[in-house]
Protein backbone atom coordinates (compact mmCIF):
# COMPACT_ATOMS: atom_id res chain seq x y z
CA UNK A 1 0.00 0.00 0.00
CA UNK A 2 1.93 3.14 -1.06
CA UNK A 3 2.21 5.76 1.05
CA UNK A 4 -0.22 4.33 3.30
CA UNK A 5 0.38 4.87 7.26
CA UNK A 6 -1.27 2.56 9.71
CA UNK A 7 -0.73 3.63 13.46
CA UNK A 8 0.88 0.33 15.24
CA UNK A 9 -2.31 0.64 18.05
CA UNK A 10 -4.70 0.12 14.88
CA UNK A 11 -5.92 -3.50 14.02
CA UNK A 12 -6.88 -4.30 10.47
CA UNK A 13 -8.50 -7.83 10.71
CA UNK A 14 -7.47 -9.94 7.61
CA UNK A 15 -9.43 -9.48 4.66
CA UNK A 16 -10.18 -5.79 5.17
CA UNK A 17 -9.80 -4.01 1.56
CA UNK A 18 -7.84 -0.65 2.06
CA UNK A 19 -6.59 1.77 -0.95
CA UNK A 20 -3.44 3.53 -1.42
CA UNK A 21 -2.24 6.43 0.77
CA UNK A 22 -4.53 5.81 3.92
CA UNK A 23 -3.92 7.44 7.55
CA UNK A 24 -4.74 5.04 10.06
CA UNK A 25 -4.23 6.51 13.36
CA UNK A 26 -4.52 6.02 17.31
CA UNK A 27 -7.09 2.35 18.33
CA UNK A 28 -8.51 2.21 15.05
CA UNK A 29 -10.58 -1.24 13.95
CA UNK A 30 -10.98 -1.95 10.87
CA UNK A 31 -13.17 -5.29 10.64
CA UNK A 32 -12.30 -8.15 8.04
CA UNK A 33 -15.46 -7.33 5.58
CA UNK A 34 -14.81 -3.25 5.01
CA UNK A 35 -13.86 -1.84 1.81
CA UNK A 36 -12.20 1.53 1.69
CA UNK A 37 -10.97 3.08 -1.10
CA UNK A 38 -7.71 5.66 -2.08
CA UNK A 39 -6.57 8.38 0.17
CA UNK A 40 -8.79 8.11 3.02
CA UNK A 41 -8.17 9.00 6.98
CA UNK A 42 -9.33 7.65 9.90
CA UNK A 43 -8.72 9.62 13.37
CA UNK A 44 -8.01 7.68 17.05
CA UNK A 45 -10.80 5.32 18.16
CA UNK A 46 -12.53 4.74 14.67
CA UNK A 47 -14.35 1.53 14.01
CA UNK A 48 -15.32 0.09 10.63
CA UNK A 49 -17.71 -2.76 10.76
CA UNK A 50 -17.95 -5.64 8.34
CA UNK A 51 -20.66 -4.46 5.59
CA UNK A 52 -19.16 -1.18 5.62
CA UNK A 53 -18.19 0.28 2.16
CA UNK A 54 -16.36 3.57 1.70
CA UNK A 55 -14.92 5.25 -1.26
CA UNK A 56 -12.22 7.55 -2.01
CA UNK A 57 -11.09 10.49 0.32
CA UNK A 58 -13.37 10.38 2.81
CA UNK A 59 -11.91 11.92 6.11
CA UNK A 60 -13.37 10.35 9.12
CA UNK A 61 -12.63 12.05 12.30
CA UNK A 62 -11.98 10.92 15.99
CA UNK A 63 -14.53 8.51 17.86
CA UNK A 64 -16.73 7.59 14.72
CA UNK A 65 -18.05 4.10 14.74
CA UNK A 66 -19.12 3.04 10.87
CA UNK A 67 -21.63 0.53 11.48
CA UNK A 68 -22.79 -2.46 8.86
CA UNK A 69 -24.95 -0.96 6.04
CA UNK A 70 -23.21 2.01 6.10
CA UNK A 71 -22.09 3.11 2.51
CA UNK A 72 -19.52 6.41 2.48
CA UNK A 73 -19.03 7.77 -1.08
CA UNK A 74 -16.38 9.71 -2.59
CA UNK A 75 -14.98 12.84 -0.66
CA UNK A 76 -17.47 12.27 2.28
CA UNK A 77 -16.15 14.23 6.01
CA UNK A 78 -17.70 12.89 9.05
CA UNK A 79 -17.03 14.81 12.09
CA UNK A 80 -15.96 14.11 15.68
CA UNK A 81 -17.80 11.87 17.57
CA UNK A 82 -20.70 11.73 14.88
CA UNK A 83 -23.34 8.71 15.23
CA UNK A 84 -24.49 6.26 12.60
CA UNK A 85 -27.08 3.68 13.63
CA UNK A 86 -28.51 0.37 11.52
CA UNK A 87 -30.91 -0.73 13.68
CA UNK A 88 -34.21 1.21 13.68
CA UNK A 89 -36.03 -0.05 17.21
CA UNK A 90 -33.10 -1.85 19.01
CA UNK A 91 -33.40 -3.94 22.15
CA UNK A 92 -30.66 -5.42 24.18
CA UNK A 93 -32.45 -8.62 24.84
CA UNK A 94 -33.82 -8.99 20.81
CA UNK A 95 -31.27 -10.01 18.15
CA UNK A 96 -31.73 -7.39 14.69
CA UNK A 97 -29.35 -8.63 12.70
CA UNK A 98 -31.56 -9.78 10.01
CA UNK A 99 -33.30 -6.25 10.60
CA UNK A 100 -29.92 -3.39 9.75
CA UNK A 101 -30.94 -1.09 7.34
CA UNK A 102 -28.73 0.53 4.48
CA UNK A 103 -27.71 4.32 5.06
CA UNK A 104 -26.07 5.82 2.03
CA UNK A 105 -24.07 9.31 2.46
CA UNK A 106 -23.43 10.27 -0.85
CA UNK A 107 -20.51 12.02 -2.51
CA UNK A 108 -18.95 15.20 -0.74
CA UNK A 109 -21.50 15.22 2.11
CA UNK A 110 -20.23 16.71 5.48
CA UNK A 111 -21.54 15.69 8.50
CA UNK A 112 -20.84 17.66 11.78
CA UNK A 113 -19.64 16.61 15.09
CA UNK A 114 -21.55 14.60 17.29
CA UNK A 115 -24.36 15.04 14.85
CA UNK A 116 -26.72 11.34 15.00
CA UNK A 117 -27.50 9.75 11.77
CA UNK A 118 -30.93 7.37 12.25
CA UNK A 119 -30.38 4.09 9.68
CA UNK A 120 -32.44 3.48 6.47
CA UNK A 121 -31.83 6.87 4.62
CA UNK A 122 -29.88 8.70 2.10
CA UNK A 123 -27.97 12.01 2.66
CA UNK A 124 -27.80 13.61 -0.50
CA UNK A 125 -24.87 14.81 -2.67
CA UNK A 126 -22.85 17.76 -0.60
CA UNK A 127 -25.36 18.21 1.42
CA UNK A 128 -24.21 19.77 4.94
CA UNK A 129 -25.58 18.61 8.40
CA UNK A 130 -24.88 20.69 10.86
CA UNK A 131 -23.41 20.20 14.39
CA UNK A 132 -25.49 18.19 16.96
CA UNK A 133 -28.03 17.92 14.31
CA UNK A 134 -30.43 14.47 14.56
CA UNK A 135 -31.56 13.20 11.16
CA UNK A 136 -34.49 10.71 10.61
CA UNK A 137 -35.22 11.55 6.69
CA UNK A 138 -33.53 11.07 3.81
CA UNK A 139 -31.94 14.87 2.29
CA UNK A 140 -31.28 16.14 -1.10
CA UNK A 141 -28.43 17.18 -2.39
CA UNK A 142 -26.93 20.54 -1.49
CA UNK A 143 -29.57 20.79 2.04
CA UNK A 144 -28.11 22.88 4.68
CA UNK A 145 -29.95 20.90 7.89
CA UNK A 146 -29.58 21.65 11.83
CA UNK A 147 -31.39 20.52 15.06
CA UNK A 148 -33.02 18.37 16.92
CA UNK A 149 -34.67 16.62 14.69
CA UNK A 150 -32.97 18.32 11.93
CA UNK A 151 -35.23 20.39 9.62
CA UNK A 152 -33.74 22.02 6.38
CA UNK A 153 -32.67 25.60 7.12
CA UNK A 154 -31.18 26.30 3.22
CA UNK A 155 -28.86 25.61 0.66
CA UNK A 156 -25.22 25.16 0.25
CA UNK A 157 -22.61 25.00 -2.39
CA UNK A 158 -20.38 22.18 -3.36
CA UNK A 159 -17.79 24.58 -1.55
CA UNK A 160 -19.37 24.90 1.20
CA UNK A 161 -20.90 28.19 1.16
CA UNK A 162 -24.41 28.89 2.24
CA UNK A 163 -26.55 30.07 -1.15
CA UNK A 164 -29.37 32.61 -0.84
CA UNK A 165 -32.26 30.79 -2.25
CA UNK A 166 -35.75 30.09 -0.48
CA UNK A 167 -36.84 25.90 0.67
CA UNK A 168 -38.93 25.64 -2.83
CA UNK A 169 -39.13 27.81 -5.74
CA UNK A 170 -37.68 28.13 -9.41
CA UNK A 171 -34.49 30.75 -8.09
CA UNK A 172 -30.88 30.36 -9.18
CA UNK A 173 -28.35 31.61 -7.16
CA UNK A 174 -24.21 31.71 -7.73
CA UNK A 175 -21.59 30.85 -5.22
CA UNK A 176 -19.62 33.59 -4.03
CA UNK A 177 -16.56 31.36 -4.07
CA UNK A 178 -16.72 29.34 -7.52
CA UNK A 179 -18.99 31.82 -9.17
CA UNK A 180 -20.76 28.32 -10.00
CA UNK A 181 -24.53 28.55 -10.67
CA UNK A 182 -26.91 26.80 -9.01
CA UNK A 183 -30.51 26.38 -10.03
CA UNK A 184 -33.61 25.90 -7.41
CA UNK A 185 -36.20 23.81 -9.07
CA UNK A 186 -39.59 22.94 -7.18
CA UNK A 187 -37.22 21.61 -3.86
CA UNK A 188 -34.33 20.10 -5.54
CA UNK A 189 -30.85 22.27 -6.37
CA UNK A 190 -29.56 21.48 -9.82
CA UNK A 191 -25.57 22.56 -9.94
CA UNK A 192 -24.16 23.90 -13.15
CA UNK A 193 -20.64 25.09 -13.29
CA UNK A 194 -19.93 28.47 -14.00
CA UNK A 195 -21.32 29.70 -17.39
Keep these: MTD ?12 AQIGEGAKVWHWVH ?30 VQNNVSIYDNVTLEDDVF ?13 RAFIERKKEYRNTVVQKGATLGA ?8 NIGQYAFVGAGAVVTQSLP ?13 GWISK ?3 TLPLPLSG ?6 P ?13 EHRKNL
Design 177 to 189: QTGDIYVLQGKFL
Design 141 to 153: DFALVMGVPAKQK
Design 30 to 59: ICSGATIGDHCSFGQNVFIGNAVNIGNNVK
Design 159 to 161: FGE
Design 170 to 175: HEKARC
Design 114 to 121: NCTIICGI
Design 78 to 90: CGPSMVFTNVYNP
Design 4 to 15: TFIHPTAIIDDG
